[in-house]
């Protein structure tokens, strides 16, 4: 009997290990899903629901109304993958809207086609990301870039969000497009 009891307490003990492994493997599934899904939210662009201006009519007397569309909108798509104070920071400085707007403004389009994400192994906090997307201008002619970034998390939830990478294209981007 004791052997049969030292089996299933080994059985146990490996069991436990196994599963702690999977649970690990698991979290850092969902936070690289996590980043995935915000990358392909902010720059798929241009979106008409997450541009700031299109919520608002001439009508200034439905200004809060129309203000807490926007708001709602930003909160539920945004919401759940953001700290809370990254959320309300990011919501101050437009950094939701700042693709899509640009793009409508010079009338250009992102298209993503692959986002890899990595855990930093010098900062586990820390995940780099690069993005793989089409330009494509008002002409319609389309080229392939690259975009890097890092995602920095807290309790699974970004904290801090920046595209890094080359800054010359991202300029171009906010101000008009590929040349």
Request: hydrophobic share 35%; proline share 2%; net charge negative.
């Given at each position: 009997?004791?052997?049969?009891?030292r089996g299933?307490?080994i059985?146990?003990i490996?069991?436990c290990?196994?599963?702690a492994?999977?649970?690990?493997?698991?979290?850092?599934?969902q936070?690289?899903e996590t980043v995935k899904?915000?990358?392909?939210?902010?720059?798929?662009?241009?979106?008409?629901?997450?541009?700031f201006?299109?919520?608002?009519?001439?009508?200034e007397?439905?200004?809060?109304?129309?203000?807490?569309?926007?708001?709602?909108?930003l909160k539920?798509?945004?919401?759940?993958?953001f700290t809370?104070s990254?959320?309300?920071l990011y919501?101050?400085?437009?950094?939701?809207?700042?693709f899509?707007?640009v793009?409508?403004?010079?009338?250009?389009q992102?298209?993503?086609?692959?986002v890899t994400?990595?855990q930093?192994?010098?900062?586990p906090?820390?995940y780099?990301?690069?993005v793989?997307l089409?330009?494509v201008?008002?002409?319609?002619?389309?080229?392939a870039?690259?975009v890097?970034?890092?995602a920095?998390?807290?309790?699974?939830q970004?904290?801090?969000?920046?595209?890094?990478g080359?800054?010359q294209?991202?300029?171009?981007?906010?101000s008009?497009g590929?040349?």
């Amino acid at each position: 009997m004791k052997k049969r009891e030292r089996g299933i307490a080994i059985f146990f003990i490996a069991f436990c290990i196994l599963f702690a492994g999977c649970s690990k493997f698991d979290e850092q599934d969902q936070i690289k899903e996590t980043v995935k899904k915000v990358v392909e939210l902010q720059m798929n662009a241009p979106d008409e629901k997450a541009i700031f201006q299109n919520y608002f009519s001439d009508d200034e007397g439905k200004f809060e109304e129309e203000y807490a569309q926007y708001m709602s909108y930003l909160k539920e798509t945004y919401g759940p993958y953001f700290t809370e104070s990254t959320f309300e920071l990011y919501t101050r400085t437009d950094e939701f809207d700042m693709f899509h707007t640009v793009a409508d403004r010079y009338d250009y389009q992102l298209k993503v086609n692959d986002v890899t994400v990595e855990q930093n192994e010098e900062t586990p906090t820390n995940y780099n990301f690069t993005v793989d997307l089409d330009y494509v201008n008002k002409d319609g002619e389309k080229t392939a870039i690259e975009v890097t970034g890092v995602a920095i998390m807290r309790d699974d939830q970004i904290a801090k969000m920046s595209y890094l990478g080359d800054k010359q294209l991202l300029r171009s981007l906010y101000s008009g497009g590929l040349e």
